[in-house]
């Protein structure tokens, strides 16, 4: 199975700031990536596909880059409604694993 | 608009088994897989597998081999996500999710998430 780990494991910021969450991958995965947000109590709610592909919707403040092992989604001007748990996944291989999760809070 | 409702929540004894539905609406349900996730308290998602709601073909996950069953109906638009030989670590919420259309080939991301079903097994 391919290992996702993700860094930080959480992270305390202030609305305005700008974050990068990086996430690794165990093997390359060319660009078969995904970002999920889950604010707690709630399903997850896909924001990136394929590494770098906004999902509809989405607000533009989210951005995905990377390729083969490394992985940064990026909030460019972190709002209130940010404040959430973000996962990568890979969609390469089956099982299609998940990173452990990286918590964003309010500093 | 386009929606997954999942089943009620469920309490089950170790053991036994557990069968979560989860109903589409808003989109051909052909022609989209379905996935299910799951979510144990406090901890991360992991994936168990899919379905194609066209065929009938699954893919699950080695570690829940033998132990799941993903079928659908297609006439209520409903797929379903059955658990056998229930342990205490099976606790979780369960999603079933849609997959990317069956059109975009290998591309597979998650774009629906039903809003999750609650699975106790207690003693």
């Known amino acids: 199975d391919i290992q996702m780990t993700q860094s930080p494991s959480s992270l305390s910021a202030s609305v305005g700031d700008r974050v990068t969450i990086t996430c690794r991958a165990s093997q390359s995965i060319d660009t078969y990536l995904n970002w999920y947000q889950q604010r707690p109590g709630k399903a997850p709610n896909l924001l990136i596909y394929t590494a770098s592909s906004l999902q509809s919707g989405v607000p533009s403040r989210f951005s995905g880059s990377g390729s083969g092992t490394d992985f940064t989604l990026t909030i460019s001007s972190l709002q209130p409604e940010d404040f959430a748990t973000y996962y990568c996944q890979q969609s390469y291989s089956t099982p299609f694993t998940f990173g452990p999760g990286t918590k964003v809070d309010i500093k | 608009q386009v929606q997954l409702v999942q089943s009620g929540a469920e309490v089950k004894k170790p053991g036994a088994s557990v069968k979560v539905s989860c109903k589409a609406s808003?989109?051909?349900?052909?022609?989209?897989?379905m996935h299910w996730v799951r979510q144990a308290p406090g901890q991360g998602l992991e994936w168990m597998g899919w379905i194609n709601p066209y065929s009938g073909g699954t893919h699950y996950a080695q570690k829940f081999q033998g132990r799941v069953t993903m079928t659908r109906d297609t006439s209520i638009v409903t797929a379903n996500m059955e658990l056998s030989r229930l342990r205490s670590d099976d606790t979780a919420v369960y999603y079933c999710a849609r997959g990317a259309p069956m059109v975009r080939g290998l591309i597979i991301y998650m774009d629906v998430w039903g809003k999750g079903t609650t699975v106790t097994v207690s003693s």
């Open positions: 808003g989109f051909t349900f052909t022609d989209y897989y």
